[in-house]
């Protein structure tokens, strides 16, 4: 049975990008109504301060508040009408940036997930932004939730250690797509995207 450690506030870089590459490696978990289900994140993209392609480019909203919240708060919001995506505010209150978190491996609570993705594939599960929210049961009602000291939705050490990071461009994004602010796992089968993207 996997044992997840709580972190510490200090255990983190609040700076998004050194944020977007130390969340590799670590395990995310929700727990509700008596299920946990948790994965290991092996990929994520950094939206930093006054980066056009950040939903708070342009200030702060009713739908993107929660990146303006102090670091290690969960913003969550929906795309195309129909998934959700995670990310993990960053910087300082009133800033506004996030890590959005894109792919996970799952580590527990294999057959809840497989149940909400109606039978998907282990190695698609949690491969992929709206994936992993669908399979994890992350929503809105999740917005704003603090990831270190909720009782629900979390962030974990769980001692998954050998990660080899590397980066390359985001995914999906047409603004400042040439910076290379998308950190993965190297060689881990779950990460998402173009081959091409991932060496």
Known sequence: MTAYRR???????RKTIAL????IGLALVHDRDGTRVAGKIVETEAYVLKDPASHAYRGKSARNASMFLAPFHAYIYKIYGTAFCFN???????????????SLEPIEGVDAMMERRGNA??????????????AL??????????????????????GL????????????????????????????????????LSP
Do not use: Q
């Open 7 to 13: 972190l510490l506030r200090d255990r983190l870089p």
């Open 20 to 23: 977007a590459r130390a969340l």
């Open 88 to 102: 993990v505010s960053s910087e300082s209150e009133m800033e506004g940036a996030a890590v959005l978190v894109r």
């Open 121 to 134: 594939s282990l190695r698609d599960l949690c491969r992929g932004p709206g994936r992993l929210c669908a």
């Open 137 to 158: 049961d992350i929503d809105r009602r999740l917005d704003g939730a603090d990831l270190l000291r909720g009782k629900e939705l979390w962030l974990a050490d769980a």
């Open 161 to 196: 250690v050998g990660t080899r990071v590397r980066k390359s461009k985001r995914i999906g994004i047409t603004k400042a797509a040439h910076r290379h602010l998308r950190f993965y796992e190297a060689g881990n089968p779950f990460i998402s995207g173009p081959r091409r």
